[in-house]
């Protein structure tokens, strides 16, 4: 499949960048970054510069459980420091926070489209739905600055990317509570949305 920001196949934008938060502080928390779901793989990967291969170093990968470190409510996180030069823009530190497994260790070179995590919904994560909050910042201690470039999107609750390969499935005859059990794991997973789910009477 092909990787669509963060992950191989459909990424899904359910909270953009640069919003003022509902998770917490009663809606005065900014979000600095965007929070995607891969629709088709769960691997975090190391993202591409719209649409060029980029490098960089893990310098974390580990959870923190201070409270008193803001940075307990990313979970199990991953952030690189990318390989100087690259990209025209002032980002230098790429982090993928809330994820359920960390597949790499401080210290390991990293490329783009090498797997990094598993998404997930640890720390104080929104939602209880499985994702990735991706931020980009300029210094490992500044603000997060615009992501879409790394996250192959725009910055708009939506799908993007294409599945490799879409298979048709028919099931039936069903109830109508199967019915309206099917139709709402095609709406949870964006194939209504899409315009991939049909529905018939016989």
């Known amino acids: 499949m092909r990787q669509t920001g963060i992950f191989a196949g459909r990424a899904q934008v ?9 998770t917490r502080g009663g809606g005065k928390v900014w979000h600095g970054g965007l929070d995607l779901v891969g629709l088709d793989d769960t691997t975090v990967r ?8 980029i490098t960089g170093r893990v310098v974390r990968a580990r959870i923190v459980t201070d409270r008193r470190d803001k940075t307990w409510e990313w979970g199990w996180y ?14 230098n530190f790429l982090y993928f926070a809330h994820c359920e497994k960390l597949l790499v260790q401080a210290g390991q ?13 640890t720390g104080n994560a929104a939602g209880g739905y499985k994702h990735c909050h991706l931020e980009v910042r300029a210094t490992a201690g500044g603000t997060g600055l615009d992501p879409t470039a790394y996250a192959g ?3 708009a609750v939506g799908i993007y990317g294409a599945a490799a390969k879409l298979q048709t499935i028919t099931i039936g ?9 099917v139709k ?19």
Request: contains cysteine.
């Open 46 to 53: 190391m993202p591409y510069y719209k649409g060029k291969r």
């Open 14 to 22: 359910v909270y953009p960048y640069g919003r003022y938060g509902w």
């Open 109 to 121: 070179t990293v490329t783009s489209g090498d797997a990094l995590a598993v998404m997930g919904n």
């Open 78 to 91: 991953v952030c690189v420091q990318l390989d100087s030069a690259q990209t025209p823009d002032a980002v």
């Open 184 to 202: 709402a794991l095609c709406d949870a997973r964006g194939l209504t949305a899409a315009g991939l789910y049909t529905s018939k009477w016989a």
């Open 173 to 181: 005859p069903v109830s109508q509570g199967d019915a309206d059990a």
């Open 153 to 155: 999107c725009e910055n």
